[in-house]
């Protein structure tokens, strides 16, 4: 994202797990109401590779990486506590 | 959660893993990731994290389960136990081979094979069976998937049932029909493709089989229907075996039972209608053959009586006692069922004069000492030649044999004959006595010398000539060969008075 302050958000699930699944509809919702047009998702399914666990050092899944804007943020979880995540993510509330 | 201040990605600080700890706690994740030497990481499920695969084992449309190493069953989805009638806590700790009837299936891996699986009601199910290894947690497990073939096995027995039916529809000798309610034929047999004028498949039954309503056969009881009403009533009524013939060059001339029934569906709806046409042609030509055959037994039957009403009433005039009558009366009787025979035997067709002559004379003939010499050309009698001759023959031969050559020892009797005429043959037969008693005029005079005149006159228009040598009876009989015009049927004009 080249945009000043847009968000580049990765998100690491594993399959279908009920967290994984639910932090995905949360992550989705929240940048609907806060982020609108200033975001990008990826979401990384470390069940299909593993190995992308070791690029952010990921031990509980999920986790979502704030990549940018910098500096780099990570939240653990399945972004069910929005406070927490406007928070961890320093998103003003618009 | 504190805020990093490293620009780069950084092994999580103690903040980061206590928090990856709390998440765990507060159960907002449900996997981790770990560092298993030189595999890499891997990624663990911690507890419940395998739900949505069991909702998706739990409502899969096979039957599933999974035994550990001993072949204990640990686990089976909620269609197994459908499929096996058996709950799951009566399933869960049996043996898997205990679920099958007979030996149970040698699994291969991801190979399917077939087995039968018993059910709680002493039943069994067709199934095809898949397994394929798993790991839970250290230990290593089977999982293994059931499909239910019934449902296959039974798609399969009515393809079957179709291929069978449409096969005798095919194949059937009858000319077959199926009719949609509205008349139009849906299906035809091989045989009903080949009757029809065209291809019948599409259109009414008579626009593609024309009855020939003129025929003398019960086709006229249909002429009366209108081809539409005809199409309505085979589609709708039942009827049975109606006499038909097509108008067509070669089906024309043969003959057809048409025959309609409702086809039913299962809720005894009629659905259309199945007609048949049967060629009935040999079977009428027997039939008309048969009554022909009838009606000319009867003549005959009648003309035998006439005949031995005639010869008993002339026996009776010329026999001077009962004891003289029943004796001349037999004779005469086994005469007729001699020609009879003959007649049966040969199948009205006549019969050679030198069988006639031997079957006649059977009784004198004699293989030590030759009484009776034939000689003649071969010469085929008619039908209905066989029974005059056969009498006038049996009047000699009684003759012979009461006052002629036959009646003494040494006594000869040469019968030869010879054909005349060119196209309308006769026969010239000619009987000789010698070695017998002297014969004296009028020795054997009276109905038997009649009889020999009226059979050989009236019944084959011939000539007799009877002479009383006094060394022995000479007698030539003159008859045309060739089968006059008179039936065999007619009652022969020497049995009216």
Request: contains cysteine; hydrophobic residues 40%.
């Amino acid at each position: 994202m080249t945009e000043k302050d847009g968000y580049n958000l990765r998100l690491y699930v594993a399959g279908q797990t009920p967290r994984s699944v639910a932090a995905i509809a949360n992550l989705k919702k929240i940048c609907e109401q806060h982020l609108v047009g200033r975001y990008e998702i990826e979401v990384v399914d470390l069940m299909k590779d593993p190995a992308l666990a070791q690029r952010h050092q990921i031990v509980a899944i999920p986790t979502l990486i704030r990549q940018l804007p910098e500096p780099l943020k990570r939240i653990i979880g399945d972004l069910s506590n929005l406070e927490k995540v406007l928070v961890g993510l320093d998103i003003r509330p618009t | 959660m504190s805020e990093s201040k490293r620009k780069t990605p950084q092994p999580p600080l103690f903040d980061d893993a206590q928090e990856t700890v709390e998440a765990i706690h507060r159960g907002i994740v449900d996997a981790v990731v770990v560092m298993k030497g030189s595999e890499g990481p891997q990624i663990i499920m911690l507890q419940g994290a395998d739900e949505p695969y069991r909702v998706l084992v739990e409502r899969m449309s096979e039957g599933a389960l999974t035994f550990g190493p001993d072949g204990v069953i640990l686990y089976v989805n909620g269609r197994l136990c459908e499929l096996t009638g058996y709950r799951a806590e009566r399933l869960v700790h049996r043996d898997f081979a205990t679920l099958f009837e007979g030996e149970a299936p040698t699994l291969a891996p991801n190979i399917s094979l077939e087995a039968s699986l018993l059910r709680n009601d002493d039943t069994s199910l067709p199934v095809s069976v898949w397994a394929g290894p798993i790991s839970i947690g250290d230990s290593s497990a089977t999982l293994v998937t059931l499909t239910d073939l019934s449902v296959h096995r039974r798609a399969e027995q009515i393809a079957a049932a179709e291929r069978f039916s449409r096969s005798v529809l095919e194949q059937s000798t009858n000319a077959i029909l199926v009719l949609a309610p509205d008349g139009r034929i849906t299906h035809a047999s091989w045989m009903a493709a080949e009757l029809a004028r065209q291809p019948p498949v599409g259109h009414t039954f008579s626009e593609a089989f024309p009855l020939e309503a003129e025929s003398g056969t019960q086709a006229g009881t249909l002429a009366h229907f209108s081809a539409a009403s005809l199409d309505t009533l085979l589609a709708t009524k039942p009827f049975h075996g109606v006499e038909v013939r097509l108008q067509s060059e070669d089906a024309g001339k043969r003959t057809f039972l048409l025959s309609a029934g409702p086809l039913l569906d299962d809720t005894r709806a009629s659905v259309g209608s199945i007609v048949t046409l049967t060629d009935v042609t040999e079977r009428k030509r027997a039939e008309e053959q048969l009554t022909m055959l009838v009606a000319e037994l009867n003549h005959r039957v009648k003309n035998i009586l006439a005949i031995v009403q005639s010869v008993a009433r002339q026996t009776i005039r010329s026999s001077g006692s009962l004891a003289n009558f029943m004796h001349a009366f037999s004779g005469r009787l086994r005469a007729l069922a001699i020609a009879h025979d003959i007649l049966t035997q040969t199948r009205w067709i006549g019969i050679g004069l030198k069988e006639l002559l031997t079957a006649v004379l059977a009784p004198h003939l004699s293989a030590e000492e030759e009484r009776v010499t034939m000689e003649g050309p071969p010469v085929l009698l008619s039908a209905r030649a066989v029974m005059p001759l056969s009498m006038a023959l049996h009047e000699l031969t009684t003759n012979a044999a009461k006052y002629g050559a036959l009646s003494v020892r040494g006594g000869r009797i040469d019968v030869s004959w010879t054909l005349t005429g060119g196209e309308d043959q006769s026969v010239e037969l000619s009987w000789r006595e010698r070695g017998g008693p002297k014969v004296e005029r009028g020795t054997s005079s009276g109905f038997g010398t009649v009889l020999i005149d009226r059979v050989i006159t009236y019944d084959l228009d011939g000539t007799t000539k009877i002479d009383f040598d006094p060394s022995g009876v000479r007698c030539t009989l003159t008859f045309p060969l060739r089968d006059q015009a008179k039936s065999p049927v007619n009652t022969p004009r020497s049995a009216i008075d």
